[in-house]
């Protein structure tokens, strides 16, 4: 089997397994099934800010939220503490999903560990491609979700978030950043976070 057609049908199984989110949103325009999108945007940023991105990093993209809605926040108790093991928990869950989808697909012990780790996030800091991974799950964080947080947090906790996000960002993501199809408002927050 090509590489090619083994990493179009992996990517093609993960989307059929976000498709089931029954979880809505809409994006450019579209109603779609939240996580699908997510992992659309997430793969087209990884094309966007890397030059030759490899299979493991594609795959990755589509995969950091793979049927995430299946396990609920509310399933760790409330307070930071409780958030992040609720985040390792996801990341496992998402890590083993992608990891029974690409053994299906044929991928190896090898090339399936490396997806994982992505996924986990582990290398942050060091790894560059797990720096593209976070700078596209930035870039699809702000396009998606920060028009919903501007309506739930006061303009001083929004900010917070904002800036905190930007930091986390390579320099080039920051840029494309401000090209996002923002409204005025989200805009002008944006901005006023990185500090222009």
């Known amino acids: 089997m090509a590489a090619a057609d083994r ?8 989307d059929a397994a976000n498709a089931d989110d029954p979880n809505m949103l809409r994006v450019r325009g579209e109603l779609r099934p939240k996580e699908l999108a997510h992992a659309e945007l997430a ?4 094309r ?3 030059a030759a ?7 990755a993209a589509r995969a950091h939220h793979v049927r995430r809605w299946e396990i609920p926040r509310d399933t760790e108790p409330s307070g930071r503490a409780g958030y992040h093991r609720w ?8 890590a083993h999903i992608a990891s029974e989808i690409l053994a299906g697909e044929g991928y190896g012990a ?5 997806v994982a780790a992505l996924v986990r996030k582990q290398g942050l800091g060091s790894d560059p491609e797990a720096q593209v991974l976070e700078d596209a799950l ?7 979700q920060l028009a919903d947080l501007a309506g739930r947090l006061d303009e ?8 905190k996000t930007l930091a986390k960002m390579s320099e080039g993501a920051v840029s494309h950043a401000r090209s996002l199809p923002l409204g005025e408002g989200e805009r002008a927050l944006l901005e006023r976070a990185a500090g222009a």
């Open 7 to 14: 990493l179009t049908r992996a990517l093609d199984a993960i």
């Open 43 to 46: 793969t087209g940023w990884v």
């Open 48 to 50: 966007a800010l890397s």
């Open 53 to 59: 991105p490899g299979d493991a990093l594609l795959l």
């Open 87 to 94: 985040r390792r928990v996801l990341q496992d869950h998402h």
């Open 110 to 114: 090898e090339e399936i560990e490396r």
């Open 138 to 144: 930035c870039l699809v964080f702000l396009e998606t």
């Open 156 to 163: 001083d906790k929004l900010l917070g978030v904002i800036r």
